[in-house]
């Protein structure tokens, strides 16, 4: 079986609230799956261009991206007309903080999409291997808090 790579982007958007770090997550599957999002990247576009762009249509928020978190991969099969098809897939995920928009502004790839305190989210995200690039987020996030502030 032939097997097809697939190239995708996506990103922990992130806020800090006073009551600590909230990151926003989508939930698919009727619900069942709490997940972050990330999509195809477009011919000709850049990794974080695409992370911008699949982010904003899966959860209606906007966010600076800081720095590259890390990337994923994994197969997966789908049936298609011409039998099952094979492909290997590789996720770049990007830091990006919170500049705007409203969670109710998903698409309808999207069941829902909602911000939880950090350690929730991690707690309820479904995949081991996005459960990790949230962790590795909150580390940045973190770190970040304890730089000294220019000015």
Same mark, same amino acid.
């Given at each position: 079986?032939?097997?097809e790579?697939?190239?995708?982007?996506?990103g922990?958007?992130?806020?800090? +609230?006073?009551? /600590?770090?909230?990151?926003?997550?989508?939930s698919?599957?009727?619900?069942?799956?709490?997940?972050?999002?990330?999509?195809?990247a477009?011919?000709?576009?850049?990794?974080?261009r695409?992370? $911008?762009?699949?982010?904003?249509?899966?959860? /209606?928020?906007?966010?600076?991206i800081?720095?590259?978190?890390? $990337?994923?991969?994994?197969?997966?099969s789908?049936?298609e007309?011409?039998?099952?098809?094979?492909?290997?897939?590789?996720?770049?995920?990007?830091?990006?903080?919170?500049?705007?928009?409203?969670?109710?502004? $998903?698409?309808?790839?999207?069941?829902?999409?909602?911000?939880?305190?950090?350690?929730?989210?991690v707690?309820?995200?479904?995949?081991?291997?996005? +459960?990790?690039?949230?962790k590795?987020?909150?580390k940045?996030?973190?770190?970040?808090?304890?730089?000294?502030?220019? /000015?």
């Amino acid at each position: 079986m032939d097997t097809e790579r697939q190239i995708s982007a996506g990103g922990v958007v992130f806020r800090r +609230k006073d009551s /600590g770090i909230e990151a926003a997550l989508i939930s698919m599957k009727g619900g069942k799956v709490w997940a972050l999002p990330k999509g195809l990247a477009e011919k000709g576009e850049s990794l974080a261009r695409t992370a $911008h762009r699949e982010v904003k249509e899966e959860t /209606g928020l906007d966010g600076r991206i800081i720095d590259k978190i890390g $990337h994923i991969e994994y197969f997966f099969s789908l049936k298609e007309e011409e039998g099952t098809k094979r492909y290997f897939k590789i996720v770049y995920f990007f830091l990006m903080e919170y500049t705007g928009g409203s969670v109710e502004d $998903h698409d309808s790839e999207v069941d829902e999409c909602r911000w939880f305190p950090i350690e929730e989210a991690v707690k309820l995200m479904r995949y081991e291997d996005e +459960k990790e690039i949230l962790k590795k987020a909150k580390k940045m996030v973190k770190k970040m808090e304890k730089r000294p502030k220019e /000015g």
